[in-house]
C-alpha cells in the first residue's frame, strides 16, 4: 500500500506548483469543427448571435439558421428570391436578421425577417442600373449602411435609421472622388465594418490603389487614404475589422492566387488614419499564409483571425504575429459579441466552428 504521506514535502510543492503548466500544455490549439448545413451552394455570408444562434448566406436565395450552437442547421425560403445570391448576412437575434444579395441592377436587394425566417420584407432593390452592392454592416438593429461599386466614379452608399424601412443614399458631394473601377470585393460582407455610434469603414480593391474611406459620424462626412495593401483589377482589401475606434485590421490579397501571401495585411493603430504593412519573419512579403478575404476579432481581446479559401490565421497580439490555423478554408467569418463561440462559411455548403480561440 502507498502511503502518500512518505512524499517528500519539497516534490509535493513542485508538483502542485508545476500543475498549472501541465494543464497550459495540455491545452488544445485552436482547431475546426465541420457541421452539416445540409447544402452544398457557396457560402458567403455569416453572422454569429450568441454561442448557440448564428446565421449564414449563400447563392441559390440561400439563408440557413442555427438555434442549437450548430447542431442543426435549418433552411429558410425568401420567397422571390431564389434565384438570387446572398453574399451578407447581419442577425441580432434568433428572430431579427437582414440580408443582402448582390448583382447588377434590382438584383441588389436587402430583406428582412423578424420572426426567425417565417417571413420576409423586401426593403430595398436597387433602381441604379450600373449599381451594384456587396455588403452591409449595423451599429444597431435600427440603424445601418450598405455600400455599392462606384458609379461613374462617384460612391455609392446607403443608410438606413429606422430599422430598413427606408434606405436613403448619402450625397455624392460627401465623399472624396473615387478611382477609376474602384469598388469591393463581395467576397464575405465584410468590407465594410462599424464601431460605436458613428464610426465607420470601408475597405476599396479593384483599383490601382487599395484605400480606406472612413467617417467618424456615422457617414455625414468622409475622408480617405492609402493603404500598402496590393492592388489591381483581383487585388485589394476584402476585409477590414476594428477592435475599437483606433486599432484595426485591413487583408486582402489577390483572390486569383490564393496561396500566395504578398502584401496583403496591414494595421492602423490611428483609427484609419495610416496603416503599416505587417511581415512576417526574416522580413517575409506578409505574415499570413495566403490570401484571406476575412478578418475578424475576437470581442474584448488582442486576438484576431484572418481566413480564405486555403486556409486560416491567428493572432494573440494585436495583429503583429500569426500563426497557421490547420484545417480546411472558408469565405466568411463571424464571432459572436461574448466572444464565446466563431463560425465560417465557405465552399459547398461548408460550414466550421473555431474551437479553442
Not at 20 to 36: D, K, R
Not at 101 to 112: F, L, V
Not at 148 to 170: H, K, L, P, Q
Not at 215 to 240: E, H, K, N, Y
Amino acid at each position: 500500500m502507498v502511503e502518500f504521506t512518505r512524499v517528500p514535502r519539497l516534490v509535493l510543492c513542485l508538483l502542485i506548483a508545476s500543475a498549472p503548466l501541465l494543464f497550459l500544455a495540455a491545452t488544445p490549439a485552436p482547431s475546426w469543427m465541420l457541421q452539416i448545413s445540409g447544402t452544398n451552394v457557396s457560402l458567403r455570408g455569416a453572422s454569429a448571435v450568441s454561442d448557440q444562434v448564428a446565421w449564414a448566406s449563400g447563392q441559390g436565395g440561400t439563408v440557413l439558421r442555427t438555434t442549437s450552437g450548430g447542431l442543426t442547421w435549418q433552411a429558410l425560403r425568401v420567397p422571390g428570391a431564389e434565384l438570387l445570391d446572398f453574399r451578407d448576412v447581419d442577425a441580432f437575434s434568433d428572430q431579427v436578421a437582414y440580408a443582402l444579395s448582390i448583382g447588377p441592377g434590382d438584383a441588389s436587394r436587402i430583406y428582412k425577417t423578424t420572426n426567425g425566417g417565417a417571413d420576409w420584407t423586401m426593403q430595398f432593390a436597387n433602381a441604379e442600373p450600373a449599381a451594384f452592392y456587396d455588403a452591409m454592416a449595423f451599429w444597431d438593429v435600427d440603424r445601418g449602411i450598405a455600400v455599392s461599386d462606384t458609379v461613374d466614379g462617384e460612391f455609392v452608399v446607403i443608410t438606413t435609421e429606422d430599422g430598413g424601412r427606408t434606405w436613403n443614399r448619402i450625397p455624392a458631394d460627401r465623399f472624396p472622388p473615387a478611382l477609376p473601377n474602384e469598388g469591393y470585393f463581395a467576397a464575405s460582407g465584410t468590407n465594410v465594418t462599424v464601431w460605436g455610434d458613428s464610426h465607420v469603414w470601408l475597405g476599396t480593391g479593384a483599383a490601382e490603389r487599395a484605400r480606406v474611406l472612413r467617417s467618424t459620424d456615422a457617414g455625414r462626412t468622409w475622408a480617405v487614404v492609402d493603404t500598402p495593401l496590393a492592388a489591381g483589377p483581383t487585388a485589394g482589401i476584402f476585409s477590414i475589422a476594428f477592435r475599437d475606434a483606433l486599432t484595426g485590421l485591413v487583408v486582402g490579397g489577390n483572390y486569383q492566387q490564393e496561396r500566395t501571401a504578398a502584401d496583403n495585411l496591414a494595421v492602423t493603430r490611428d483609427g484609419g488614419a495610416t496603416w503599416t504593412l505587417v511581415r512576417g519573419p526574416d522580413d517575409a512579403a506578409s505574415a499570413l499564409s495566403g490570401f484571406r478575404s476575412v478578418v475578424a476579432w475576437k470581442p474584448g481581446t488582442q486576438t484576431a483571425i484572418a481566413i480564405g479559401p486555403s486556409g486560416a490565421d491567428l493572432s494573440t497580439d494585436d495583429g503583429r504575429t500569426w500563426a497557421r490555423i490547420d484545417g480546411p478554408g472558408f469565405h466568411t467569418f463571424s464571432i459572436e459579441p461574448g466572444g464565446a463561440a466563431g463560425w465560417a462559411a465557405g465552399s459547398v455548403g461548408r460550414i466550421g466552428q473555431l474551437i479553442g480561440f
